[in-house]
């Protein structure tokens, strides 16, 4: 990723060092989950739509520990891989809109509140921005090459309050207020970056 753009990168130091952790990420580009497993401070494991794993990318993928998903239904296997990543205290990164949209957390899915208040482990909101301004001349998918992006660490927090770290209430309520208080963090965190980085 530093070799082909020019990533800033903003608050790095909030990632806890140790122990599981959630990394919700805004999604408008292609490019959005390749810079932060580039430029995250610990090794990041996402949930990525199984229609990717082909050819030489499917070695290189679960190469690098990223984790294939079914979207068309309810991939039992990879929700059980995804918590066995934050029961091993490790990185999971999650697109909390689902597929790539606006990237302004508008549209939350239950998916990340479910993996926050299941496993306990925090949230820490990052906003990558500047992937879709402007597009290579080689392909519409990624911006030019050397062009600026920004990744934006927000501060950490739980996903349900007075939750403790150790797993919460799993119930339907439980999920949809986890989910309210994530979007409303998630979608402030995405203000604070836009406005320390002019975009």
């Given at each position: 990723?530093?070799?082909?753009?020019?990533?800033?990168?903003?608050?790095?130091?909030?990632?806890?060092?140790a122990g599981p952790v959630i990394l919700a990420v805004n999604h408008s580009g292609?490019?959005?989950?390749?810079?932060?497993?580039g430029t995250a401070p610990r090794p990041v494991h996402f949930l990525i739509k199984k229609e990717a794993f082909v050819g030489?990318?499917?070695?290189?993928?679960?190469?690098i520990g990223q984790l294939k998903v079914d979207r068309s239904t309810v991939d039992r296997k990879a929700i059980t891989d995804a918590l066995g990543v934050l029961q091993r205290g490790g990185v999971l990164g999650i697109f909390p809109e689902g597929t790539r949209g606006t990237g302004d957390f508008a549209?939350?899915?239950?998916?990340?509140?479910?993996?926050?208040v299941r496993s306990g482990a925090?949230?820490?909101?990052?906003a990558v921005l500047g992937g879709t301004d402007r597009h290579s001349r080689l392909t519409r998918a990624?911006?030019?090459?050397?062009?600026?992006?920004?990744?934006?660490?927000?501060?950490?927090?739980?996903?349900?309050?007075?939750?403790?770290?150790?797993?919460?209430?799993?119930?339907?309520?439980?999920?949809?207020?986890?989910?309210?208080?994530?979007?409303?963090?998630?979608?402030?965190?995405l203000a604070e970056?836009?406005?320390l980085t002019g975009r």
């Amino acid at each position: 990723m530093y070799g082909l753009w020019r990533p800033r990168v903003l608050g790095a130091w909030r990632v806890p060092s140790a122990g599981p952790v959630i990394l919700a990420v805004n999604h408008s580009g292609a490019i959005d989950g390749p810079m932060l497993m580039g430029t995250a401070p610990r090794p990041v494991h996402f949930l990525i739509k199984k229609e990717a794993f082909v050819g030489p990318l499917d070695p290189f993928l679960r190469g690098i520990g990223q984790l294939k998903v079914d979207r068309s239904t309810v991939d039992r296997k990879a929700i059980t891989d995804a918590l066995g990543v934050l029961q091993r205290g490790g990185v999971l990164g999650i697109f909390p809109e689902g597929t790539r949209g606006t990237g302004d957390f508008a549209s939350l899915r239950a998916g990340l509140a479910y993996f926050a208040v299941r496993s306990g482990a925090p949230v820490v909101p990052v906003a990558v921005l500047g992937g879709t301004d402007r597009h290579s001349r080689l392909t519409r998918a990624v911006p030019p090459l050397r062009g600026r992006i920004d990744v934006v660490f927000g501060d950490a927090f739980e996903a349900q309050e007075g939750a403790g770290g150790g797993g919460g209430r799993r119930t339907r309520k439980a999920l949809d207020e986890a989910t309210v208080r994530i979007q409303e963090r998630l979608t402030a965190h995405l203000a604070e970056a836009r406005r320390l980085t002019g975009r």
